[in-house]
């Protein structure tokens, strides 16, 4: 029965990520040479393979083997040979690696694929290159547009940004973002007080943000008034010297009380205890506002009535 194609590169990135769990080694490698979107897929996706060796083996036909740390079990990924051994009724195809355009053959007998180079020392370099980046190397960024699709497309309940934008220091976004339960972003550099007023979520996780206390006592005081009646829990990761609690605080008119005793708040992605102020909101909860050492952190919660 004939296999039916299967459209993987128009599926969510989310999918991507899960079947690409499911390859082994030398099936990424080869998913990887078919174009260089697939390359940057693989690379995007951190995979089991972190913790490997690359062996280099020059027998008969030489070759590149991949094994995890500590296993003595190796699996070939792809051999280098001589233009000149290209056997001339052989089915071959043309890829890229690297900016060089080169034959690759299945060799049958040696049961690998191998790639044919006019000059085969180069074509060795290139091809351990290649294959360190696709296994070694998982953290590649996202380009603008990859980055802001994700940001407007896709609709997880909890979405958890591990990766940056290309050039995050000059990166700016001015897009919307989707109603969703929480939001965790690993390196919010990006994230201006306007992306912070502009989330719809429960619960906001941010690493690694250039916000500052003024910019946050904004948002404090929106908040205070009812702007975000969904949002239950904020993290702003921030170091203690940059924190100022009489900025954060500064002309907030809402009763407010010294927390005399922790007490514990938790939801999905963070936790706090602390003797933060107690403010009461304007429809009459209860939100604390604190830094917590332990998370290194502004924390801002809403207590649940």
């Not at 995050?168 to 965790?184: A, E, N, Q, V």
């Not at 996780?205 to 702007?227: D, I, P, R, S, V």
């Not at 102020?277 to 604390?288: K, N, P, S, V, Y």
Request: proline share 4%; hydrophobic share 40%; net charge neutral.
């Amino acid at each position: 029965m004939p296999s039916t194609p299967f459209p993987l590169l128009r599926t969510p990135h989310v999918v991507i990520r899960e079947v690409l769990e499911l390859f082994h080694c030398r099936e990424l490698v080869m998913f990887s040479l078919c174009s260089k979107r697939t390359t940057r897929l693989v690379k995007l996706h951190k995979n089991r393979y972190n913790g490997n060796e690359l062996h280099v083996n020059c027998d008969t036909v030489p070759e590149v083997r991949w094994c995890q740390t500590g296993d003595q079990s190796t699996y070939t990924l792809l051999g280098v040979s001589s233009m000149a051994e290209v056997i001339s009724d052989s089915k071959e195809e043309i890829i890229e690696i690297r900016g060089h355009r080169v034959p690759i053959i299945y060799d049958h007998l040696s049961k690998i694929w191998v790639t044919y180079w006019d000059d085969p020392i180069q074509g060795m370099k290139t091809v351990v290159e290649f294959l360190s980046s696709v296994h070694l190397d998982s953290r590649l960024n996202f380009r603008f547009n990859e980055y802001e699709f994700i940001l407007q497309n896709c609709a997880a309940p909890i979405l958890h940004l591990r990766t940056n934008p290309v050039e995050i220091l000059i990166y700016t976004y001015h897009g919307h973002f989707l109603k969703r339960d929480t939001i965790r972003i690993a390196n919010g550099q990006w994230v201006t007080l306007d992306n912070l007023l502009n989330l719809n979520c429960a619960e906001v996780n941010l690493e690694f943000t250039l916000l500052n206390c003024k910019e946050l006592n904004e948002f404090l005081k929106q908040w205070l008034a009812g702007k975000f009646p969904r949002l239950e829990g904020v993290r702003i990761a921030m170091k203690p010297f940059h924190y100022s609690e009489e900025d954060l605080l500064k002309g907030i008119e809402n009763p407010m009380t010294k927390r005399v005793e922790g007490k514990e708040w938790k939801r999905k992605t963070f936790k706090f205890s602390s003797r933060g102020w107690d403010i009461e909101m304007d429809d009459g909860r209860t939100l604390t506002a604190c830094y917590s050492i332990n998370n290194m952190s502004v924390c801002m919660a809403v207590w649940p009535q």
